[in-house]
Nanobody
Framework: QVHLVESGGGLAQAGDSLRLACATSGNTFSRITVGWFRQAPGKDREFVAGVLSVDGTTNYKDSMKDRIAISRDFTRDTVYLHMRNLQPDDTAVYFC??????????????????WGQGTQVTVSS
C-alpha cells in the first residue's frame, strides 16, 4: 500500500514559483514510480511530470518542460514538483499518483493505482 499526501498549493501571481510536495508512506519509496497530474475546472485530468522508480528517468508535459522539474528526496520519501513562471492557465488541482515499479506509459493515468487527495493551485494575472 502507498499513501500519498500533497502539499504546497495555494494562491500565486503570474510569474511566481511554487514547489508542490508529495509525501509518501508505506516504506515503498524506492520501489514506486510517481507522477504529477492536474485537473483544471471543466477539463480532463492531464499529465504534468513523472519520475520512474527504476532509474529516476523523468518525463514532462511538453508544453511545460522548460519551467517545471520533478525531484525525489530519499531522506523524506517525498517527490517534489517545482514550477516557475506560473500562469493563470496553470490553475488546477494538482494530484500525485504512484504505482509499483516501471511503466512504459508514465504519462497515462490509467497505469497508476494510488492517488493523493490533490492540492489546489490558483494563479492570478
Amino acid at each position: 500500500q502507498v499513501h500519498l499526501v500533497e502539499s504546497g498549493g495555494g494562491l500565486a501571481q503570474a510569474g511566481d514559483s511554487l514547489r508542490l510536495a508529495c509525501a509518501t508512506s508505506g516504506n515503498t519509496f524506492s520501489r514506486i514510480t510517481v507522477g504529477w497530474f492536474r485537473q483544471a475546472p471543466g477539463k480532463d485530468r492531464e499529465f504534468v511530470a513523472g519520475v520512474l522508480s527504476v532509474d529516476g528517468t523523468t518525463n514532462y508535459k511538453d508544453s511545460m518542460k522548460d519551467r517545471i522539474a520533478i525531484s525525489r528526496d530519499f531522506t523524506r520519501d517525498t517527490v517534489y514538483l517545482h514550477m516557475r513562471n506560473l500562469q493563470p492557465d496553470d490553475t488546477a488541482v494538482y494530484f500525485c499518483a504512484a504505482r509499483f515499479g516501471f511503466t512504459a506509459h508514465p504519462k497515462n493515468e490509467s497505469y497508476y493505482g494510488y492517488w493523493g487527495q490533490g492540492t489546489q493551485v490558483t494563479v492570478s494575472s
